[in-house]
């Protein structure tokens, strides 16, 4: 049996980006997928935003950013991606661990810019991710930005088999 793994869909090489590109990360794909079995997930194209779409960005308090279009502000999809974020906690019940892809104002784990005032941009996470995370919090997170470091590669990797451990006693 292979370990599920939630994953954001672009570091897969799906073109769901909004320009229509990927982030594809060949060891996630080739390493890790020998081991991990992934399921894709691109929030912004669940919630109906489409390929290509408007880039959006997180403004506001970093602690409870809104995600919003870079052009048009008016364009405000915070509640949809927090609602999605809330229904895939769920839904991925069976997942032992999660990929995000680094820097979204969607996906982002931490030190996603948030612009304030002055336009000067502080660290926040993404919307999905927040809301994901909120409802699983036990559940081994990590962004591939920070996988390429060996230390924190390997903690995440033994923190998805403890996990998938600990869900085997519970099942
Ligand atoms: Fe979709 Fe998340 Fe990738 Fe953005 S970072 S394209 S929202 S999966």
Redesign the pocket.
């Known amino acids: 049996e292979r370990i599920r793994i939630g994953i ?4 897969l090489g ?1 073109r ?3 320009d229509a590109n ?2 594809l990360d060949t060891y996630i794909t080739q390493t890790l997928g020998r081991h991990f079995e992934f399921l ?6 669940a919630i109906g935003l489409g390929v290509p779409r408007p880039p959006i960005r997180l403004v506001g308090d970093p602690n409870d950013p809104r995600a919003v279009g870079v052009k048009d502000p008016s364009l405000d999809v915070t509640a949809r991606l927090a609602a999605y974020g809330r229904d895939q906690a769920e839904r991925l019940g069976a997942i032992s661990g999660y990929i ?2 680094s820097r ?5 784990m931490e030190r996603v810019k948030v612009y304030g005032q002055g336009g000067a941009g502080r660290p926040g996470r ?1 919307v ?1 991710a927040a809301a994901f995370m909120a409802e699983r919090p036990e559940l081994p997170v990590e962004e591939e930005g920070r996988l390429g470091d060996p230390t924190l590669r390997a903690n995440f990797i033994e923190r998805v088999f403890a996990y998938r451990r600990w869900q085997r006693l519970v099942e």
Do not use: A, T
């Open positions: 954001s869909s672009c570091l799906q769901v980006r909004y990927h982030k894709p997930v691109c929030p912004e194209v995000l892809k979204s104002p969607s996906c982002g993404g999905y």
